[in-house]
């Protein structure tokens, strides 16, 4: 059973333009809801988190949006910029439980 | 978030041999994890490695095929034994702080092939 589920599984998007990534979650114990970025022959990098009592996190050009009662969380990625394409994946954990993975976006901005 | 540095970063491995991968953080880390990516794939995590005692394995995953070492609160090694050409893939260490905010960080990852 797959405990968070991501979309969409590719996105292109235009230089300047709002990236949007959708994740939804089964467990209501979650309590920690971090999006990871990954380039190619990188690990995975923390990009932002977010906790269940926040609606809404920003960080630069990078927002979570959560929305606790849908059990949905989403990465808005604003003024994208080619140097953003990379796959972006959603997590949740709980407690001091591994991360739980969706199955990742891979984005493209192009110019 | 604690620096984790993964060796080797790549190896091509004859079938039926083993290879060690090990994990080193600038500081001491409570929780430490192995996983596996596919190319193109999300992460599949192997098992917890528990300092001082054995590993804890998620299903599919047994300690005989992926012994796991943890002798300190710095380090790990994930071996991976037998090798087929099913075994290709990344491996990938990734450390927390406990109380620290979570920050779950990960290594840049091991890749392997095998022939």
């Known amino acids: 059973q797959q405990q968070v589920k991501q979309s969409p599984q590719s996105l292109i998007v235009q230089k300047g333009g709002i990236s949007i990534i959708n994740c939804a979650y089964e467990?209501?114990?979650?309590?920690?809801f971090p999006w990871y970025q990954q380039f190619p022959g990188k690990g995975p990098a923390l990009l932002i988190a977010i906790r269940p009592d926040v609606s809404e996190k920003k960080e630069g050009r990078f927002t979570i949006s959560f929305n606790k009662s849908a059990k949905q969380f989403s990465l808005h990625i604003m003024d994208s910029q080619p140097g953003d394409s990379a796959t972006y994946f959603c997590?949740?954990?709980?407690?001091?439980?591994?991360?739980?993975f969706g199955k990742g976006t891979r984005l493209s901005v192009i110019a | 978030s604690a620096v984790i540095s993964q060796k080797p970063s790549r190896d091509i491995c004859q079938r039926g041999t083993s290879l060690t991968i090990q994990c080193q953080v600038d500081?001491?880390?409570?929780?430490m994890f192995w996983y596996r990516q596919q190319p193109g794939q999300s992460l599949t995590l192997i098992a917890t490695a528990n300092q001082g005692s054995e590993a804890t394995y998620e299903s599919g995953f047994v300690i005989d095929k992926f012994p796991i070492s943890r002798p300190n609160l710095t380090f790990s090694t994930l071996t991976v034994s037998n090798m087929s050409p099913e075994d290709s893939s990344i491996y990938l260490c990734?450390?927390?702080?406990?109380?620290?905010?979570?920050?779950?960080?990960f290594g840049s990852g091991t890749r392997l092939t095998v022939v």
């Open positions: 500081s001491q880390v409570t929780m």
């Open positions: 997590a949740a954990l709980r407690g001091n439980t591994p991360l739980v």
């Open positions: 990734s450390a927390s702080r406990q109380g620290a905010g979570y920050g779950y960080t």
């Open positions: 467990n209501t114990a979650f309590d920690y």
